[in-house]
């Protein structure tokens, strides 16, 4: 076999794998062709989500597996991590405090809506930068969750643009926890 006859066989045998693999990337087995997961895939009809687990103050888990990052609000850690040791560097509370006040915080969304449907409002952008959605969320008889756990004192306003659709109503529900010491406000500050 001359030179120009190898090339022109690893030319065909080239041709022939990039098509093999193209053709087996579309085989509906395949985990590509796949649609990509979706907090739609668990949507009721009626179009609610079931809340499997609540994961903390501010983060909740859908039946799917899907993280919800309520949008707007922020509260106190429960879990160790580098927000938690800035937190407490920032607030002047030592970690156990906060952690103490991030487990009253989770109770609190617990008792909301663990184990209910809730109903999704997405603002500007969808999802964070750890890949979890950033919603507004709704229980299904109309309570608005993320401005009730500023209302009732368990969190505070958190505002990232460009998701800033109810920050002036956050803001108010605050600072009126905050001067009747409602939840969290009571003795604590954070």
């Known amino acids: 076999m001359t030179k120009r006859e190898l090339r022109q066989v690893q030319a065909i045998v080239l041709v022939v794998v990039s ?10 087995f395949h985990k590509s062709a796949l649609p990509a997961p979706s907090v739609q895939s668990e949507k009721s009809k009626d179009g609610f989500y079931y809340v499997s687990r609540v994961v903390d103050g501010d983060t909740l888990k859908l039946s799917d597996g899907e993280r919800i990052r309520l949008t707007g609000v922020d509260t106190p850690e429960v879990h160790d991590s580098d927000k938690l040791l800035r937190d407490a560097k920032s607030s002047g509370k030592d970690v156990a405090t906060i952690k103490a006040m991030g487990k009253r915080a989770s109770d609190f969304t617990k008792s909301l809506v663990e184990g209910k449907s809730v109903r999704l409002e997405f603002d500007v952008k969808r ?19 993320n401005a009730k756990i500023i209302e009732e004192g368990y969190g505070q306003i958190m505002t990232i643009p460009p998701n800033v659709k109810y920050s002036d109503l956050f803001l108010k529900l605050e600072r009126e926890a905050r001067e009747k010491g409602k939840g969290l406000w009571t003795t604590l500050k954070y």
Do not use: I, M, Q, S
């Not at 098509?19 to 509906?28: E, H, K, S, V």
């Not at 999802?127 to 969750?145: H, I, K, N, P, Q």
């Open 19 to 28: 098509l093999a693999y193209l053709g087996f990337r579309n085989l509906p």
């Open 127 to 145: 999802r964070d930068r750890y890949g979890r959605l950033l919603a507004y969320v709704y229980l299904e008889d109309g309570t608005f969750v």
